[in-house]
Antibody, heavy 120, light 112 residues
Framework: EVQLVESGGGLVQPGGSLRLSCAAS????????MNWVRQAPGKGLEWVSY????????YYADSVKGRFTISRDNAKNSLYLQMNSLRAEDTAVYYC?????????????WGQGTMVTVSS | QSVLTQPPSVSGAPGQRVTISCTGS?????????VHWYQQLPGTAPKLLIY???NRPSGVPDRFSGSKSGTSASLAITGLQAEDEADYYC????????????FGGGTKLTVL
């Protein structure tokens, strides 16, 4: 079964750090581009970050640039998001999503999401 | 303020046809970049519904269709069913931003 499973969310104080993980199974992870997308409570989807299949190309949304770092370990079929200097506005469900099956950036496989709450 | 503009809500009775618009600009949809659509049922992760403007992934009913013209795209749902009640998002690429992928603000579909 094709699957993405996120973990690592939780409650963190403003200014703190958190590392999210996304475990892939059922497909050739190393061939797929990957993304993080977040959704604040009651709000819409916001693309956060992208990493190419090899890890050589990375993009970030302006809202997280300089604070978040995306990475991947193809040997472990895993995607990561290191989040530093967290702010209240980073509170959201974070989804990992793959893109590559259909081209042009369509996010074809999504995880179930992990909740990150930034609060004192 | 999303780069791609969607109506906040649409509604329709069972069996009817509804459309959801996604309006962009010359730096995204109007530049020829593909539009993708996602369905998010309450309390669940988004699901790819339409890719490349008008293509359905395997398993998506043909009641769902997509189109694109100029700087806009549309999602049409025919034969509306109760289980179609969800949030719908469009997505495209934008060449003017440092963040390449953008989503619309989302549209809540209510089945009356």
């Amino acid at each position: 079964e094709v699957q993405l499973v996120e973990s690592g969310g939780g409650l963190v104080q403003p200014g703190g750090s958190l590392r999210l993980s996304c475990a892939a199974s059922g497909f050739t992870f190393s061939s797929y581009e990957m993304n993080w997308v977040r959704q604040a409570p009651g709000k819409g989807l916001e693309w956060v970050s992208y990493i190419s299949s090899s890890g050589s190309t990375i993009y970030y949304a302006d809202s997280v640039k300089g604070r978040f770092t995306i990475s991947r370990d193809n040997a472990k079929n895993s995607l990561y998001l290191q989040m530093n200097s967290l702010r209240a506005e980073d509170t959201a469900v974070y989804y990992c999503a793959s893109s590559g099956s259909y081209g042009s950036g369509a996010f074809d496989i999504w995880g179930q999401g992990t909740m990150v709450t930034v609060s004192s | 303020q999303s780069v791609l503009t969607q109506p906040p809500s649409v509604s329709g009775a069972p069996g009817q046809r509804v459309t959801i618009s996604c309006t962009g600009s010359s730096s995204n949809i109007g530049a020829g970049y593909d539009v993708h659509w996602y369905q998010q049922l309450p309390g669940t992760a988004p699901k790819l519904l339409i890719y490349g403007n008008s293509n359905r992934p395997s398993g998506v009913p043909d009641r769902f269709s997509g189109s694109k013209s100029g700087t806009s795209a549309s999602l049409a749902i025919t034969g509306l069913q109760a289980e179609d009640e969800a949030d719908y998002y469009c997505q495209s690429y934008d060449s003017s931003l440092s963040a390449p992928w953008v989503f619309g603000g989302g549209t809540k579909l209510t089945v009356l």
